[in-house]
């Protein structure tokens, strides 16, 4: 089947475990291409990196390297015109950077800030900057938050968000979505309440600034859209049931009729 022959409605890929981080790839060669990171309680871990095989319509796996503990996050440089290396990172213990050729995976650096301590803070998040794809920022355990230079392997910038005796706590432990405006935080401007069950994820379109995708541990992907704020949203104007609770979910930046969501060991793409 040729790129541009038709394609399925949902596609689906099991991994030989759990699967919790996931990242879609923006190279313009690499459209259909994933990243995909395990969830296993110790730590040897796994990432996989799975593309489309156009001849048999199914995703497959490309490349499966070991990664120490599960990744909170990966993330593919953004770079959608493709002028730099082909590069993947991910956060778990410490942030590395992986060069990825269609051979092999293979460490380009690893970024740790606690070179003069034995104590890990274990990396909870983090971003790459789309503008500059050579600034990444990380979020730790420890509560800092850390600008690195890729070039160069060295912090630019660092910030510890508890100072003094004020500390404030974000705990998602809810069914509900709240969103807010950032320009007036204290009060939510929408809330989404149709899920029956801790959400685990969202989405915001990445063609739309009024469409927003939400899944959770009771099965359920749904969509919203949302341009009727501040009046209140009932329904999602989408739905899909998993066979699983969802981990995660992460709409295609590039391609805007995709969404992926993954569960149990399962990855699913799903057109919308």
């Given at each position: 089947m040729s790129l541009h022959g038709k394609r399925k409605e949902i596609y689906?890929?099991?991994?030989?475990?759990?699967?919790?981080?996931?990242?879609?790839?923006?190279?313009p060669d690499k459209r259909f291409r994933l990243a995909l990171g395990s969830f296993v309680e110790e730590y040897n871990n796994k990432v996989q990196i799975v593309g489309l095989e156009e001849e048999s319509s199914e995703?497959?796996?490309?490349?499966?390297?070991?990664?120490?503990?599960?990744?909170?996050?990966?993330?593919?440089?953004?770079?959608?015109?493709?002028?730099y290396p082909d590069l993947l990172a991910t956060s778990?213990?410490?942030?590395?950077?992986?060069?990825?050729?269609?051979?092999?995976?293979?460490?380009?650096?690893?970024?740790?800030?606690?070179?003069?301590?034995?104590?890990?803070?274990?990396?909870?998040?983090?971003?790459?900057?789309?503008?500059?794809?050579?600034l990444l920022g990380t979020s730790s355990i420890d509560t800092t938050c850390t600008i690195w230079g890729l070039e160069t392997g060295q912090v630019l910038g660092r910030v510890n968000l508890v100072s003094g005796h004020v500390k404030t706590q974000l705990i998602a432990h809810d069914k509900e979505v709240?969103?807010?405006?950032?320009?007036?935080?204290?009060?939510?401007?929408?809330?989404?309440?149709?899920?029956?069950?801790?959400?685990?994820?969202?989405a915001w379109a990445p063609h739309s600034s009024c469409h927003?995708?939400?899944?959770?541990?009771?099965?359920?992907?749904?969509?919203?859209?949302?341009?009727?704020?501040?009046?209140?949203?009932?329904?999602?104007?989408?739905?899909?049931?998993?066979?699983?609770?969802?981990?995660?979910?992460?709409?295609?930046?590039?391609?805007p009729d995709w969404i992926a969501i993954c569960y149990n060991n399962c990855l699913e793409i799903l057109r919308v």
């Open positions: 689906k890929y099991e991994a030989p475990w759990t699967v919790y981080a996931m990242n879609w790839s923006v190279r995703f497959v796996c490309r490349n499966t390297f070991d990664h120490p503990y599960p990744t909170t996050k990966i993330m593919w440089i953004p770079d959608t015109k493709g002028v778990g213990d410490y942030l590395r950077i992986w060069r990825v050729s269609d051979t092999e995976t293979r460490l380009e650096c690893l970024l740790n800030n606690n070179k003069n301590s034995d104590f890990c803070a274990p990396l909870t998040s983090f971003d790459w900057n789309e503008v500059d794809p050579n709240v969103i807010l405006d950032v320009r007036v935080p204290c009060t939510p401007v929408a809330r989404l309440n149709n899920h029956r069950a801790c959400v685990n994820g969202i927003i995708c939400t899944a959770a541990d009771d099965h359920q992907a749904l969509i919203w859209d949302i341009q009727q704020m501040p009046r209140a949203i009932e329904d999602p104007i989408l739905a899909y049931t998993a066979e699983g609770e969802i981990n995660n979910v992460q709409w295609a930046s590039t391609q």
